[in-house]
């Protein structure tokens, strides 16, 4: 699992998966929640705006693997 650090308080789910370099846009990011393959703490988000907060866990479900990241945010 990756540790992404982020500014507090919070970040939002589409700004992480930018900021994290796991999107390389907005509107890919936008897909990826849309289509239902980004889970926050191991439940499918469907919400771009959700805030994510400190060790919040985010996970990818690519075609081949998943890839979890952990929302560090810095004190």
Same mark, same amino acid.
């Given at each position: 699992?990756?540790?992404?650090?982020?500014?507090?308080?919070?970040?939002?789910?589409?700004?992480?998966?930018?900021?994290?370099?796991?999107?390389?846009?907005?509107?890919?990011?936008?897909?990826?929640?849309?289509?239902?393959?980004?889970?926050?703490?191991?439940?499918? #988000?469907?919400?771009?705006?959700?805030?994510?907060?400190?060790?919040?866990?985010?996970?990818?479900?690519?075609?081949?693997?998943?890839?979890?990241?952990? #929302?560090?945010?810095?004190?």
């Amino acid at each position: 699992m990756e540790k992404i650090n982020v500014a507090p308080p919070f970040i939002k789910l589409e700004q992480f998966l930018k900021f994290a370099n796991i999107a390389e846009t907005g509107g890919m990011a936008k897909l990826m929640i849309n289509d239902g393959i980004v889970t926050v703490n191991g439940e499918v #988000c469907m919400m771009r705006g959700k805030k994510l907060y400190n060790n919040d866990v985010v996970a990818v479900n690519f075609e081949e693997e998943t890839e979890e990241f952990l #929302c560090v945010i810095e004190e």
